[in-house]
């Protein structure tokens, strides 16, 4: 059998599953042409519309500001060239940022603090470009605020399997049950207000200070809740808050993306707190 120029349209909304590990929804347009069987080669574009992979009990969503294609040149015949980015959240309850600073105070780093700071929130990203039998050597993992690539994949694994061994009661529970249920709603809320609106919900602890001396405080179970806005393509909203609690008040950042390696965030909350920080990156 040999094809002549077959074009195949994708979508506009086609599913592609691997059992529980990975959900997609793809559309684009591939042409065929070739013989049947490895020397088959196709053109075209698939887009990643949204999606999900399930990894232990972190899950990567697609990054809306990625341009989460797959294309296919002659070249290459039917593997296709990836470039996706996903991105999760994790807390880090090792507080590894200050490992290497112990002779340094944090309001000489990172000036005042509040308490969703102590959340310690990572937010992890996972970035393929390259052809997809190169796979996983094009992976990539970076995040905000910045961390090794060691610590990375222990946040990503060691840290899901920490929550459920040692965690309290309602961590253990809502990674078991909640986050699992909740997930999927969140997704197909965030797709039918368009994929520049995301929402996410990550377990994690707060330590409340205290002044009394009947030992070291207690860290308390937090639900910490993520509203993100994409306002253009360098511009982006994202609200957080405590979903479980009344004292931690909510928190909105501004990001802009100034250059490809250059960017600035603007923390505000309630009580008048602001924040700027100048993010500078270099690939080395």
Do not use: C
């Not at 102590?118 to 992890?124: A, F, G, S, T």
């Not at 919900?201 to 207690?218: A, E, L």
């Amino acid at each position: 059998i040999d094809l002549r120029s077959l074009t195949v349209q994708l979508g506009p909304e086609l599913t592609l599953e691997a059992s529980t590990v990975a959900n997609f929804t793809i559309a684009g347009q591939v042409r065929l042409s070739g013989s049947m069987g490895p020397d088959l080669q196709a053109v075209g574009l698939v887009e990643f519309l949204q999606g999900r992979v399930n990894l232990f009990t972190s899950r990567f969503r697609l990054d809306p500001d990625a341009r989460n294609v797959a294309l296919f040149t002659p070249s290459s015949g039917l593997i296709p060239y990836l470039d996706v980015a996903m991105w999760s959240e994790e807390a880090d309850t090792g507080q590894g940022q200050d490992r290497n600073l112990a002779a340094i105070s944090a309001d000489e780093v990172a000036g005042s603090t509040t308490a969703f700071d102590h959340l310690n929130l990572v937010r992890i990203q996972a970035v393929v470009e390259g052809a997809a039998d190169d796979f996983p050597t094009t992976l990539r993992l970076q995040s905000k605020p910045p961390r090794s690539q060691e610590e990375l994949v222990n946040l990503i694994g060691g840290n899901s399997v920490n929550r459920l061994v040692q965690g309290s009661t309602n961590s253990k529970l809502f990674s078991i049950v909640g986050q699992p249920l909740l997930e999927p709603v969140l997704g197909r809320v965030s797709h039918a207000l368009g994929r520049r609106v995301i929402f996410a919900i990550t377990p994690t602890s707060f330590t409340p200070p205290t002044d009394n001396d009947n030992g070291p405080p207690t860290p308390e179970f937090v639900l910490a809740g993520e509203a993100g806005f994409n306002l253009s393509d360098h511009v982006d909203l994202t609200v957080l808050g405590a979903l479980n609690r009344n004292d931690l008040p909510p928190q909105a950042k501004l990001s802009i993306q100034l250059a490809p390696s250059m960017a600035t965030e603007i923390t505000a909350e309630r009580n008048g707190y602001i924040k700027g920080v100048l993010q500078l990156s270099s690939r080395f």
